[in-house]
């Protein structure tokens, strides 16, 4: 392990306790097969498999705070309609409902093994009424796509998972048409982390969709013919302004990126501030 794996796992080490209210289980549960639990300094709990790639985003979320959660949420309204595309196994979804008590989230997860996992962390955190889970993939159609998944609620799931990560297998897709529709014609906010599906469904949906939302933050990921660029004109164009953009140090094409209503309070910090 080299120094920057020695600073990583330092990093996870000091986070199971200053980010989590169960750091000594969490530490515990990391030495042990099968699962582990975490219980968040707001409240909820999440459970996953003890694996890598189930684990780093819960970390994410909660430890490294990537969304800017406080910042992302605030001035929305107190019953905000939040969309959660490629929702793990609930990390943001979770979140959001602990931070606005009266919000509803629509949670998208395509990978069937993952959305047990989401499922399940929406009863045991008593969200069943407002965390409602979709286990579909978000595209630019209807029907069905090929997904590559690996079984262990890996966040690499999806159209972009590296070679070798798990076996391909179809799972039902739905356009954005679908997602503001199930919403019940209004959203307030979209998270998008959906692994390179992002340019598909945004880029092909109709515009008049996007006319009420607030907010977005996504990830954004490398995918051939495709860039950021093609997203933020696109949102410009419906009144939702780049606010926010941190690229990866070591992938290009890949990073997060905030939008905000024209006219609103931003959220995260403008796009120039790197701080």
Aim: with cysteine; aromatic share 6%; glycine share 10%.
């Amino acid at each position: 392990m080299g120094w920057r794996g020695m600073a990583y796992t330092a990093r996870r080490l000091r986070q199971s306790f200053t980010h989590f209210s169960n750091g000594p289980q969490v530490l515990l549960g990391m030495l042990r097969p099968g699962e582990m639990m975490f219980r968040t300094r707001t409240g909820t709990t999440l459970h996953v498999p003890n694996a890598a790639g189930a684990r780093f985003p819960v970390f994410e979320v909660h430890a490294d705070d990537v969304y800017r959660l406080d910042d992302l949420v605030r001035d929305l309204p107190e019953d905000a309609v939040a969309v959660d595309i490629g929702a793990h196994v609930g990390s943001f979804s979770t979140a959001v409902c602990a931070r606005l008590p009266q919000a509803t989230v629509h949670a998208y997860e395509a990978s069937p093994s993952t959305a047990d996992w989401l499922e399940r962390n929406a009863r045991a955190n008593g969200l069943q009424e407002r965390l409602h889970v979709h286990r579909q993939a978000v595209s630019d159609h209807d029907g069905v796509l090929e997904l590559v998944d690996n079984g262990l609620a890996s966040a690499h799931n999806g159209l972009t998972a590296p070679d070798g990560l798990g076996s391909q297998m179809q799972v039902p897709c739905v356009s954005f048409a679908q997602v503001h529709a199930a919403a019940g014609g209004r959203i307030d906010l979209v998270k998008s982390d959906a692994e390179g599906a992002e340019y598909g469904f945004i880029l092909t949906s109709d515009p008049a969709l996007w006319s009420g939302v607030l907010r977005v933050v996504m990830e954004y990921h490398p995918v051939d013919g495709h860039s950021l660029q093609e997203l933020v004109e696109f949102l410009a164009a419906v009144g939702l302004d780049l606010v926010r953009d941190e690229p990866s140090q070591d992938k290009p094409g890949l990073g997060n990126a905030w939008f905000s209503r024209t006219g609103g309070n931003a959220g995260p910090r403008a796009a120039d501030d790197r701080a």
